[in-house]
T-cell receptor, first 113, second 114 residues
Framework: AQTVTQSQPEMSVQEAETVTLSCTYDTSESNYYLFWYKQPPSRQMILVIRQEAYKQQNATENRFSVNFQKAAKSFSLKISDSQLGDTAMYFCACMEYGNKLVFGAGTILRVKS | NAGVTQTPKFQVLKTGQSMTLQCAQDMNHNSMYWYRQDPGMGLRLIYYSASEGTTDKGEVPNGYNVSRLNKREFSLRLESAAPSQTSVYFC?????????????FGPGTRLLVL
């Protein structure tokens, strides 16, 4: 069975600085997807970025990028030039065939001015 | 294009009462999902529907039933609510054309069972 672990319950970063959120996962599948979702205080789940396991290249979306280490089963999220609007809970998730997502427990990120 | 909508936004129930949470999507997605979110935990899958006419159990199905009414709508029913079902419930949908699809979430329903 899949498991997803986020070892940092809370993190904080100064505005305009860079922060990295950690995620490790376990799966027996060779083909899977990894996701980072953001949940602001409104509770809406917003897709930040996704990575296909078969792709070597790390995904990027504007200020958000991932460091995908397949052998180590690690999938960290880097946020550059942090903004106050980035304050949210961030969830790492893994999806195998069958489209069932398994989520980590989340990391609360606070961006300070 | 509203995406995924959920009703109600907030509900208070007494133990033993029943209710149905509604979910609809207008993205023509094949697959739909129900999750619950509890403090200190990520979202956990309750039930899902890979396509119209099919439903399957997820990680935490006990105490719930679902109905895939048509391609757009997927409802979650609590027949006899218990305090342990106090949670935030999210509905999601995905395209289902590829083997693995990104899921898009509704705004959530906050349920309090007294």
């Amino acid at each position: 069975a899949q498991t997803v672990t986020q070892s940092q319950p809370e993190m904080s970063v100064q505005e305009a600085e860079t922060v990295t959120l950690s995620c490790t996962y376990d799966t027996s599948e060779s083909n899977y997807y990894l996701f980072w979702y953001k949940q602001p205080p409104s509770r809406q789940m917003i897709l930040v970025i996704r990575q296909e396991a078969y792709k070597q290249q790390n995904a990027t979306e504007n200020r958000f990028s991932v460091n995908f280490q397949k052998a180590a089963k690690s999938f960290s999220l880097k946020i550059s030039d942090s903004q106050l609007g980035d304050t949210a809970m961030y969830f790492c998730a893994c999806m195998e065939y069958g489209n069932k997502l398994v989520f980590g427990a989340g990391t609360i990120l606070r961006v300070k001015s | 294009n509203a995406g995924v909508t959920q009703t109600p936004k907030f509900q208070v129930l007494k133990t033993g009462q029943s209710m149905t949470l509604q979910c609809a999507q207008d993205m023509n997605h094949n697959s739909m999902y129900w999750y619950r979110q509890d403090p200190g935990m990520g979202l956990r899958l309750i039930y899902y529907s890979a396509s119209e006419g099919t439903t399957d159990k997820g990680e935490v199905p006990n105490g719930y039933n679902v109905s895939r009414l048509n391609k757009r709508e997927f409802s979650l029913r609590l027949e006899s609510a218990a305090p342990s079902q106090t949670s935030v419930y999210f509905c999601a949908s995905s395209g289902g054309v590829s083997r693995i699809e990104t899921q898009y979430f509704g705004p959530g329903t906050r349920l309090l069972v007294l």
